[in-house]
């Protein structure tokens, strides 16, 4: 008796040992995974053997279909080379049987799914599983399996191997009813797809659970396909969210529960995201790359969007919110052309240095609204009152720059003693007539010192008009000033420009007004300096220019003081570097106040060197490109887009004088571009612009 067990262990030892590789060559032709002449050696597969469907022999795609009767392996693998095809395994419509229609009962992954193989279950069952799959189920990247009938699938789906190289295997349901329960809680998939192409009508999905469901590669919702969760726990969604037609939808809370559905990737959506529940969920925004948001279907009912990504989201389309946007981490970037919408009633929590809008950013509403934007990595808000109607439309937008340069240099005086050369907002009334008071934020990079000093003022479209100061709160680096009511805006489509101005010469310095600042290469390898001021300075305040290399931190080569009722400087350095030079003027005030100009590049190069300058401006869906060379010179051309990415590059000869060339912008996102010139390696010319 005591020799029992040993005797067993060594059966079933015996019986894997003994057990045979089975390959098919399909010299049948018939497909039939019941003939025995498809099989090397011509016998059919039995309950001892382990499967292996691959291209050693047939060397093209392949379909095996599997019979209307039982069938047990201990194991199989489907393995197409690359290169050659697809090999597809299929439990036809036929098939009725509700268990065991295909069984594995070895240990180990008893069914690989390597890349190009395909797994369909369309079996004609309203019941039961017929699928029973011993240990584990790998589905490696690129492989997929195909769920086309009302089987059930939970018994299985927890034996999903989640090892590393199956993120991007994919599950598919297409089932032939209109509804059906997906089993998620504790569940982790790869790539989850939902679909009603075996239906034709629309199919709903459904899932609930208490523990977290984890896709770690995209989930995509077909049209016409449904995906309705009430999980109390998170959805992790690594890859992208796609919902690729109109008729897609994704309810993320049908129920009570106060559900987090946590996207890493991109969401692109035609169709509808909504909740039905009295719960209150949440879309996080949490990935560690750029994130892309293109929504160009409904967005439904009480779901909060949270922003918590340190590197941004960009949006791809314009996106409107009902509910509640959460400003926690990360920039929202919407390009030129997009706009970020906050609709009646909808709120933003959050908001600052750390998490803002840089763009355009909408609101919907009669209610008093902080417009949470900036530009770069300031944060710069405006807001404004209460007032109007429940259908008034405002578009906010904030710039870093000069005012009097980009939009003009007249202000009411003697009134308004200077205003800024740094910073303006513009604010756009879509629609309505309601006066609204309007509220700008200072902070450290206004340079204000003395609130009630500052006025805010409104571009008219001739002058800057004093619209006042009704109200300061905080102080100069984190406070605000609120204008008088505000009744005439600039027609809608034309942005109404906002910024400061001081009453007084002794306060609120907004600095040195710089209209520009400039480096050009001379004969004998000199470099001109030259820079312009709007205003006369005043006080004993200085100018340094700074110099640095390609890679060197700046230096100091020179410096000057104001000159009383001096408005044009200029400054020759006689001994630049080789190659290039960045060039920046440093203004240091009488209080000690430091401000930069913008940096300027040339490139010094010797007599056997070519020189080139760069010049872009955008035509159409295209950008043309002027170059202007001292002498014939093959240079690169490449394009960064804001994410860093290289998406244009080409090779340009120029010759001496001026050479023009363009490129095609017509397939490329809307945002800001930077256009770079290399010769023999070396960076000559980087421009930035807006597409």
Request: glycine residues 10%.
């Amino acid at each position: 008796m005591k020799n029992i067990p040993i005797l067993i262990i060594l059966f079933l030892l015996s019986a894997q040992v003994n057990s045979a590789i089975v390959k098919w060559d399909g010299d049948a032709g018939d497909g039939l995974w019941q003939s025995g002449d498809n099989w090397i050696g011509n016998v059919v597969p039995g309950s001892g053997d382990e499967v292996v469907l691959d291209h050693s022999v047939l060397a093209t795609s392949y379909v095996v279909t599997l019979p209307l009767t039982s069938v047990s392996i201990i194991s199989i693998r489907i393995s197409p080379d690359a290169g050659v095809g697809t090999i597809r395994l299929v439990i036809p419509s036929s098939s009725t049987i509700t268990t065991n229609a295909f069984m594995t009962t070895g240990t180990g992954y008893t069914m690989t799914l390597e890349r190009n193989a395909i797994f369909e279950n369309n079996a004609t069952v309203a019941a039961g599983t017929n699928l029973s799959i011993a240990d584990s189920f790998r589905i490696n990247n690129g492989a997929r399996y195909i769920h086309r009938t009302r089987s059930g699938h939970a018994g299985w789906a927890s034996r999903l191997a989640r090892v590393t190289g199956t993120e991007d295997g994919t599950m598919e349901f297409d089932v032939p009813t209109a509804s059906y329960v997906i089993s998620l809680s504790g569940r982790t998939y790869g790539n989850l797809i939902f679909s009603s192409y075996n239906h034709i009508l629309p199919v709903t999905y459904s899932g609930t659970g208490a523990s977290p469901l984890i896709i770690r590669g995209s989930l995509t919702i077909n049209n016409n396909a449904g995906f309705s969760t009430s999980l109390s726990a998170d959805m992790v969604i690594h890859g992208n969210c796609n919902l690729t037609g109109n008729t897609s939808m994704f309810n993320v809370q049908n129920s009570t529960f106060n559900n987090t559905v946590r996207l890493l990737g991109n969401i692109t959506s035609q169709g509808v995201l909504t909740k039905t529940g009295a719960g209150f969920p949440q879309l996080v925004m949490s990935g560690s790359a750029p994130q892309q948001v293109s929504i160009t279907g409904s967005f439904l009912n009480n779901i909060r969007v949270v922003v918590d990504n340190p590197v941004g989201v960009a949006l791809m389309a314009s996106l409107s919110l009902p509910y509640h946007l959460q400003l926690v981490n990360g920039i929202i970037r919407t390009g030129a052309t997009y706009t970020l919408t906050i609709v009646d009633n909808a709120v933003v929590s959050g908001g600052g240095s750390a998490s803002f809008v840089d763009g355009n950013m909408t609101k919907t509403g009669d209610e008093a609204f902080t417009f949470h934007v900036g530009e770069g990595l300031e944060y710069a808000p405006i807001a404004i009152s209460a007032g109007g109607a429940s259908t008034d439309v405002f578009t906010a937008r904030y710039a870093r720059g000069n005012p009097m340069i980009a939009i003009g240099n007249l202000f009411e005086a003697p009134a308004i003693d200077h205003m800024s050369s740094k910073e303006w907002w513009t604010l756009e009334r879509i629609v309505g007539i309601a006066s609204r008071d309007v509220t700008l934020h200072t902070r450290t990079f206004t340079d204000a010192t003395v609130l009630p000093e500052l006025r805010i003022l409104r571009w008219d479209g001739a002058i800057w008009l004093n619209v006042g100061n009704s109200a300061t709160a905080g102080t100069p680096a984190a406070g605000s000033v609120t204008s008088n009511p505000i009744t005439n805006f600039l027609p809608s489509g034309s942005p109404t420009p906002f910024t400061f101005g001081s009453i007084s010469s002794l306060s609120n310095p907004l600095p040195i007004n710089l209209v520009s600042f400039s480096a050009d290469v001379q004969s004998g390898n000199r470099v001109l300096l030259k820079w312009e001021l709007a205003d006369d300075p005043n006080g004993n305040g200085r100018f340094e220019i700074q110099r640095a290399g390609s890679t060197n931190a700046f230096v100091s080569s020179c410096a000057t003081s104001y000159l009383q009722g001096k408005r044009n400087y200029e400054y020759i350095d006689n001994n630049p570097q080789r190659g290039e030079n960045r060039y920046r003027l440093k203004i240091i005030e009488e209080d000690g106040f430091i401000a930069y100009s913008t940096i300027v590049k040339v490139m010094n190069t010797t007599e056997t060197d070519s020189f080139i300058s760069l010049e872009n401006r955008i035509e159409g869906d295209h950008v043309a490109v002027t170059i202007d060379a001292r002498q014939p010179v093959k240079l690169s051309l490449i394009l960064i887009d804001m994410y860093g990415r290289r998406v244009f590059q080409k090779q340009q000869f120029a010759t001496a004088g001026i050479t023009r060339t363009h490129f095609s912008m017509r397939n490329l996102s809307r945002g800001a571009y930077v256009l770079i010139a290399m010769v023999d390696g070396r960076k000559c010319s980087v421009n930035k612009f807006m597409w």
